[in-house]
Structure formats: C-alpha cells, structure tokens
C-alpha cells in the first residue's frame, strides 16, 4: 500500500484522515474500514473505529496494516470511500514522527562534502536527531530561515518503523521497517558548518524544516534496490542516484540504534545524502521562489516552494 494523511473539507473546516493511494485516488481507510464493518453478519460488526492519525495506526503494529489493507481492499473493489486527487490536499504521512534521526550513510557524498572520509565513518552510523514539530508535507511552502545565506535540499530516502523494540540482528531490524517514503532533509549550510566546527551539532543549521511524503510506500511494494531517485530545481535536473551502495544498511543502522534504546513506531530514520544529491555537492544554491521537487520511483514526487523568510541578499 501507498499510506498517506490527506485533508479534506468537513463542516467545521479541515478534516485529517490516513489514507491509502488507488492509482491517483485517495481510498479513505476510516470510511472504507466502517462500511466493510457494515457488510459483515450482525454477529461479526463489533471491533475498535479506525486510527485517526497514521502514528496511531503504525502504533497497532502488524494488526493496524491487516486492517488497513482489509479495508483498502473492500473499497477497491466496491469503488466506495473514495476521494479524487483535486478532492484533497496530501500532508506528509507522518504529521508529526515519534522521532526523526537521520545517517550519512553513503562514501560519496561524505567525500565531497569533507574532502576526506573520517576513519570513524566506516566504523559507526552516525546520525543527528530532526525535529519532529517541524515536519513538512506535499507542496507545503518552507520559510528562508533568516540567518543563512546558504539554503540547501537533500535528497534521501526515510525508512518508517513500524514496531517497538530493540533489534539484535539485521534480519530482526529488517521487520522493524514498516515502509519508506522521501525525505528532504532542508539545510541551512553556513550555519550548519560553522555549529560543526565546534563539535556539536548541527543545531539549527538544519532543524528548522525537514520534508517527507507524499506517501508511506510499505516495504512489500517498494524496489528498494531498483528504485531511482531525482532532485529537480525549477523544472531542472540537479541530482539522480539510487540506493546503493551504502556503508551501513537501514537494518544495521537500526541495530546500533537499538542497542540501549527502543525503536517506536512512528520513528522516522534518514539515509543520508546520495552521492551528488544535495547543492552544495554541485555548487549550486537555492533561492526564494524556487520549487524544489524530489523523486523515488514507487513512492512519487515531493514539491516544496522556499518562500521569504527574512532573507537577505549576500
């Protein structure tokens, strides 16, 4: 399935609801999940209502995905609880994660951000802490933090977590992860430096906006090896690269996670970079009005537009 949490009008205003994509469709999986409740035998209807938020919905595990795809499933084929892309605005699939981390997982774009790959690289999957209260979603607008001069995209790929616990091994992690979506981790690059240059870090150079969606691409239906991914800047192609190769993979980084910490469904874990996947690996920088659009085969395109924040003109 392709999860997403998508708004539509209700008689009070915006309504959030956890969705699932039918070709360019929004199923809504409360409502297709209620009326397949209805069709049952009077003996059969009792049971819990749907999550209404998807961090509720990964919170019931293995269950909650059976009872999405039940629910998909009746609506698909009865074409009911059904909403038409114009019909709905797509947040991102986790309003709010239970945490975000994200890895430098890739040599290349190490190496060209540092000139020289530190020995430690190779030995740990290093990762910084996001913000969650500062997520983004389709086509939402990102503010120019006004204390750079140097905003930067990057191009990644977020695995969600979709059980609690403390993996010991790869193949244990590797059921830990309940799907992937797209994650542009948004960088303030002249303040990220300069934070790092004390040892520390980075700190606002980079929690100030993270983007993820359009959707929740569960694992079963994602080429993870296959799967190409793009960075375009108004229309433009910056960046293309792929998955692989990674020095630590998503379950072993999952595993030094967990080592004296539980994983939380909700948790969202970021890649890293790939190679040549970010602006300041090209050389390139961003402006105000800019549309930056990041693309992974299978999960679709996430559009955001950088709109003036206080920046000025270096």
């Known amino acids: 399935m392709r999860l997403v949490t998508f708004e539509v009008d209700g008689p009070t205003g915006p309504v959030q609801r956890v969705g699932a994509l039918d070709g360019e469709d929004v199923i809504d999986l409360a409502a297709a999940h209620q009326a397949r409740v209805a069709d049952l035998p009077p003996g059969r209807r009792g049971g819990p209502a749907f999550p209404s938020t998807m961090l509720e919905l990964l919170g019931l595990e293995d269950f909650g995905l059976e009872v999405a795809a039940s629910a998909f499933g009746f609506a698909a084929e009865r ?3 059904r909403f038409t892309a114009a019909e709905v605005s797509l947040k991102s699939p986790l309003v709010r994660p239970h945490s975000v981390r994200d890895f430098m997982l890739f040599e290349e774009h190490v190496h060209n951000m540092a000139g020289e790959v530190p020995a430690e690289w190779s030995n740990l999957p290093v990762h910084w802490k996001g913000n969650p209260d500062q997520i983004f979603g389709p086509n939402d607008e990102i503010e120019w933090p006004s204390y750079t001069e ?3 995209y990057e191009l990644e790929l977020g695995a969600v977590i979709g059980r609690r616990g403390r993996p ?16 542009n981790d948004w960088s303030a690059r002249d303040i990220q430096l300069r934070e790092m240059s004390v040892l520390l870090g980075p700190g606002i150079g980079k929690d100030f906006a993270t983007s993820l969606g359009p959707c929740l691409c569960t694992h079963d239906e ?14 433009e192609q910056w960046s293309e690269g792929g998955m692989g ?6 379950p072993e980084a999952l595993v030094y996670l967990a080592q004296a910490q539980d994983l939380h469904p909700g948790d969202v874990v970021g890649s890293g970079t790939v190679g040549r996947g970010c602006g300041m690996e090209l050389d ?6 800019d549309v930056v659009e990041l693309e992974v085969d299978g999960i679709g395109i996430l559009a955001n537009t950088i709109v003036e924040g206080g920046h000025v003109d270096g």
């Open 245 to 250: 190769p990674m020095r630590f993979s998503f």
């Open 168 to 183: 010991r091994t790869a193949a244990e992690a590797e059921e830990f992860i309940v799907g992937y979506t797209i994650f």
């Open 79 to 81: 074409g009911t609880a």
């Open 284 to 289: 390139r920088w961003l402006a105000v009005g």
């Open 150 to 152: 140097k905003l930067d």
């Open 222 to 235: 994602f080429d993870f090896d296959g799967a190409r991914m793009y960075a375009r800047v108004n229309g």
